[in-house]
Each structure stands twice: as C-alpha cells, then as structure tokens.
C-alpha cells in the first residue's frame, strides 16, 4: 500500500530541510518505499480534514491505506518496523536503537527547540540575552554527551538506523547557532547523514516541493 505523506503547502524553512517531513522522507528512502505527497497551507491545516490526520493540526500526517499516523517519531518507527534496513534485527540491538530515537526527541531535540523558540518569541525583550545563554549551556550539556558517546563510532549504535536519522536531523537545527562549530564530531556525524544517497533524495524532494509551490 502506497503511503501519503502530509507536508507543508509551504514550508517556513524554504527547503532547506527542516521541518519534521524530512525525517519522515529520509525513512521512506533509507527503506526504498515510494510514495505520494498532499501539501496543505497553513490554513488547511487548521480545518477538519486535516485535523483527522493530525489532531494538533500539524505536519507531518501519514496515511497507509486505513492507518492514519502522525507525531514524526511514530511515524519512522512505524516505517522502521515494516521495511529492512532502518532497526537491527537482533532483539537487543533493535531495544536500544529505539532508546536512541527516544534520546534524539525527548533529550536532545527539548532543549533545542526550547532555545529555537527563545530566540524570535523573546527577540526585544530585556532579559533575552541572560535567557539565551542559559538554554545554549543546556544544549551544550547535551551535546557534549552526545560527542562523547559517538566518539569515533560512524552512527549511534553500530550500524545506521532510525535513530541517526531523527539524531541527524535534529541535531541540524542548531545550524546558525554557533553550538555546533565546538563539536567536530557531531559537524562530522551530521555530514555522515547527509552523504547518504537516501538522505540527498529526501533532501532534493522536499527542496523541489517547496520550489514548486512559490512558482520557481
Ligand atoms: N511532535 C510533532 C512531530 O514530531 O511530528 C511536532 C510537529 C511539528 O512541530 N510540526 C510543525 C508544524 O506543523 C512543522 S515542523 N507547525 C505548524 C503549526 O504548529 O501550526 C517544525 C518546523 C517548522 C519550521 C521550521 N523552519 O522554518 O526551519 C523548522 C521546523
């Protein structure tokens, strides 16, 4: 069954890969399963139709015949557990790759996005500054562990898997920041995903999605 995949009409990022489809695509293509897209404003994706997919009105939705998923995470470990090549088939191996896809959205990517919304929400306010600099010192905490356990292994948990792909891809939220120019082996981590074959069809899709859309 042919998947459907919900992303952003126009996405805010303006291609560069960002928003949450983009972990969702980058499985698709790590596990060669095709699919379909439906783009919806952000008007849509308020209103009923959409909201049967995603009840927070939100991107990514995915639909797989009757199945309906949303929540990006759900969504890769779904893809994950139905097609080769993106969970260890060792039973253990396989425990501790979802620990890790656990670790990229509740560990690593909530001081993240904490930071993300502190620097447009509080732009002008007095204290922004103090604020910034105390969320950039929890994001380093965790990045910090994070280099110190990839070391000079190439991904997560031996081989690649689900979870370098959220990893990955939340990790490249701070591109802009400045965090990750002190952490050679993440900067290194992170062009690992981004070599991979699978990774650059993703990446190329969602750019020609968004170029489609504002007629360029
Ligand atoms: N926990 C959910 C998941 O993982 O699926 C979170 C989904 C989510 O935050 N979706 C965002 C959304 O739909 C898009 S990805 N926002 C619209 C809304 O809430 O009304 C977040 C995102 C948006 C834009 C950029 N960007 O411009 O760089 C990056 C990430």
Known sequence: MRPTLTVFESSPDRGRGLARDMRVRWALEETAVPYDVRLVSFDAMKQAAHLARNPFGQIPAYEEGDLVLFESGAIVLHIAQHHPGLLPEDADARARAIVWMFAALNTVET??????????????????????????????????????????????????????????????????????????????????????????????????????????
């Open 111 to 216: 001081p993240i996005v904490e930071r993300e919304a502190a620097t447009y929400a509080e732009r002008g306010k007095a204290w922004q500054a103090e604020h910034l600099a105390m969320l950039d010192a929890r994001v380093r905490v965790r990045l910090q562990a994070l280099a110190r356990h990839l070391g000079d292994s190439a991904w997560l948990d031996g081989a690649f898997s689900a979870a370098d792909v959220l990893m990955v891809l939340v990790l490249r939220r701070l591109e802009g920041s400045g965090l990750l120019e002190d952490f050679p082996t993440l900067q290194a981590y992170i062009a690992r995903g981004q070599a991979r074959p699978a990774y650059r069809r993703a990446f190329e899709a969602q750019r020609a999605a968004f170029e489609a859309t504002r007629g360029g």
